[in-house]
Nanobody, 126 residues
Framework: QVQLVESGGGLVQAGGSLTLSCVASGRTFSDYGMGWFRQAPGKEREFVAGISWSGRITYYADSVKGRFTISRENAKNTVYLLMNSLKPEDTAVYYC???????????????????WGQGTQVTVSS
């Protein structure tokens, strides 16, 4: 059974930084691309960042490009999201997800992912 467990969320002032982590189990982690999504109150879940199975390809939403960095450490079955220059509009529950197909590139569509973590809250105060 695939499990994804996020951590690292919290309360931070605008301009600050946070690093989210997601530990995966139940699937050969290094074979699958991973992604981070977020959902703010009253809004739909949206793509934030994705990384290919190899880690060589990354892809970002325009709203976070240049501020967020996705990376992975296959030896630890972990994907990270480094968030810098945080803004109040980054406030949301952040979810990691694993793609349903092996050996693919970084993907933004929610339909490309079949397992999701429980989410971690990120709150950015102004």
């Amino acid at each position: 059974q695939v499990q994804l467990v996020e951590s690292g969320g919290g309360l931070v002032q605008a301009g600050g930084s946070l690093t989210l982590s997601c530990v995966a189990s139940g699937r050969t982690f290094s074979d699958y691309g991973m992604g981070w999504f977020r959902q703010a109150p009253g809004k739909e879940r949206e793509f934030v960042a994705g990384i290919s199975w190899s880690g060589r390809i990354t892809y970002y939403a325009d709203s976070v490009k240049g501020r967020f960095t996705i990376s992975r450490e296959n030896a630890k079955n972990t994907v990270y999201l480094l968030m810098n220059s945080l803004k109040p509009e980054d406030t949301a529950v952040y979810y990691c997800a694993v793609q349903h197909s092996r050996w693919t590139t970084a993907l933004a569509g929610m339909g490309e992912y079949d397992y999701w973590g429980q989410g971690t809250q990120v709150t950015v105060s102004s």
